[in-house]
T-cell receptor
Framework: GQQLNQSPQSMFIQEGEDVSMNCTSSSIFNTWLWYKQEPGEGPVLLIALYKAGELTSNGRLTAQFGITRKDSFLNISASIPSDVGIYFCAGDSQGAQKLVFGQGTRLTINP | ETGVTQSPTHLIKTRGQQVTLRCSSQSGHNTVSWYQQALGQGPQFIFQYYREEENGRGNFPPRFSGLQFPNYSSELNVNALELDDSALYLC????????????FGPGTRLTVT
């Protein structure tokens, strides 16, 4: 079945640093979504990408839909303590939003 | 605008029992998807309902079944519970059969002993 490889698995950074994480797939996706999940809660949608090459921002977050349609990237600039959480990429290749999720990147910030 | 809600929050069941989890979709959304999230893993797609019909299923056995009601709320039923069914069950709603943005509820934590 389809799998998404998300890296890194975890990150330990200082407050104020920029963060980069990525997601790759062995197959083509039509949609890429980035979610953040905090303990005891469901994933919260951060950014949605629909076209190859698309670059979209949401505040300090920027995500890109890779040209090959097999990868996506999420960057967080000037990290703050509330950025702590697990970030998931998710993709859909069937056009009906049956999402496939990555394993997540756990972000920890040292103040 | 009301977000996605799920009930109950937590549940403890014994192996072999049956369980029903409930989800109310975000207002204006007619598609509900269910996911299973094991500890330390990403969510895995179970199935999706659109206008009361199943609209796709992931790699889960038939003892996982669901319903969608005319008000677009949904139920997930799991029969003959196994220890490995212990997980966070997430419901997500979206608009339309091809609705691209799924919004998740807080989940139901199921523990099977």
């Amino acid at each position: 079945g389809q799998q998404l490889n998300q890296s890194p698995q975890s990150m330990f950074i200082q407050e104020g640093e920029d963060v980069s994480m990525n997601c790759t797939s062995s197959s083509i996706f039509n949609t890429w979504l980035w979610y953040k999940q905090e303990p005891g809660e469901g994933p919260v949608l951060l950014i949605a990408l629909y076209k190859a090459g698309e670059l979209t921002s949401n505040g300090r977050l920027t995500a890109q839909f890779g040209i090959t349609r097999k990868d996506s990237f999420l960057n967080i600039s000037a990290s703050i303590p509330s950025d702590v959480g697990i970030y998931f990429c998710a993709g859909d290749s069937q056009g009906a939003q049956k999402l496939v999720f990555g394993q997540g990147t756990r972000l920890t910030i040292n103040p | 605008e009301t977000g996605v809600t799920q009930s109950p929050t937590h549940l403890i069941k014994t192996r072999g029992q049956q369980v029903t989890l409930r989800c109310s979709s975000q207002s204006g959304h007619n598609t509900v998807s269910w996911y299973q999230q094991a500890l330390g893993q990403g969510p895995q797609f179970i199935f999706q309902y659109y206008r009361e019909e199943e609209n796709g299923r992931g790699n889960f056995p038939p003892r996982f079944s669901g319903l969608q009601f005319p008000n677009y709320s949904s139920e997930l039923n799991v029969n003959a519970l196994e220890l490995d069914d212990s997980a966070l069950y997430l419901c997500a709603s979206s608009q339309g059969q091809g609705g691209r943005e799924q919004y998740f509820g807080p989940g139901t934590r199921l523990t099977v002993t």
